[in-house]
């Protein structure tokens, strides 16, 4: 089967400066670096690397080639990978000394998704696929409706974190995944507990506490405890999108959902031990190492 991811795709600029520009002020920076980011570019590369067929469903602007090449190199079908005419994605990120980070985020092409994308990508796709989305892009509810009219299961993101977008979009998914803070406002904002959502399946990531999957119909849930492994992290920037992006992985190849989430609770693990995002990413090799490590 094929994980089809619609998503945003963003171009990090991350400088290092030594304090933020004062109004009217012209800084030199003291370091910069680019990398790949967007959650929906990290959850599919998540899953390409745990070993997925992943189709990539989104848009860059013509400065974006580099992107849709790292998507490719790294197993994602770009195919349905639009270029427009807006910018690609991108974050502004300025960091200063003591850490403290201040971010531009450019939307772009990410919310110049084509009209006629979602029809395409479906066309590609067969029943009993999986279809996720997160908040980054346009076009994200009317993807859903389509996508299980065609027969696939539906799995969303609710991040960045959007109390309308994410009542819009809830009834009828197969798989929600929020954190800790995410669940929090959506319960609040609903004034209903997670337990008694519309959805088949509640995946609630607790940072080093680990992840809970809530399954069935409301009024007769089953609760799956998944733990994290204990690890020292250094960065836990993308945890989740790593834990969903393998979680899917591990459900489209056909595991039972405890297995599946044990890989995306190891893979977690690794990641958060490395620095960066998506560069911080296992691969099938590495996830399957550090549960025989563990066994
Ligand atoms: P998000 O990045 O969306 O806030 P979480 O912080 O809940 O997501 O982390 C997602 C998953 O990553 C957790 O369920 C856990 O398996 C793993 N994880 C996160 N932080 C740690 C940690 N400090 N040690 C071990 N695993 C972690």
Known sequence: MTLHVLGSVNIDHVYRVPHAPGPGETLADQGYARGLGGKGANQALAAARAG???????????????????LASTGVAV???????EATGHAVILVEPCGENR????????????ASLIDAALSAARPGDWWL??????????SFVAARAAGLRTAYAAAPFDAAAAEAVLDGLDLL????????????????????????????????????????????????EVPAFPV???????????FLGVALAGLDHGLEAAEALR?????????????????????????????AERA
Do not use: K, Y
């Open 133 to 142: 989305s997160q908040n980054e892009t346009t076009r994200v509810h009317e």
């Open 79 to 85: 195919d349905h990978l639009a270029q427009v005419s």
């Open 263 to 291: 890989r995306a609770a190891a893979a977690a693990a690794i990641q958060v031990t490395r620095p960066g995002a998506a560069g911080a990413l296992p691969d099938v090799t590495e996830i399957d190492a550090f549960l």
């Open 177 to 224: 995944a929020l954190n800790e803070g995410e669940a929090a406002a959506l319960e609040t904002h609903l004034g209903q507990p997670l337990a008694a959502l519309p959805v088949t399946h509640v995946l609630l990531t607790l940072g080093a506490q680990g992840a809970r999957l809530i399954s069935g119909a409301p009024g007769a849930r089953t609760v799956l």
């Open 232 to 242: 020292t992290p250094i960065d836990t920037t993308g945890a989740g999108d790593c």
């Open 52 to 70: 997925a067929a992943v189709r990539f469903v989104g848009a860059i602007g013509a400065d974006g080639g580099w992107t849709r090449h790292h």
């Open 103 to 114: 971010i531009i985020i450019h939307g772009g092409a990410n919310r110049a998704l084509p």
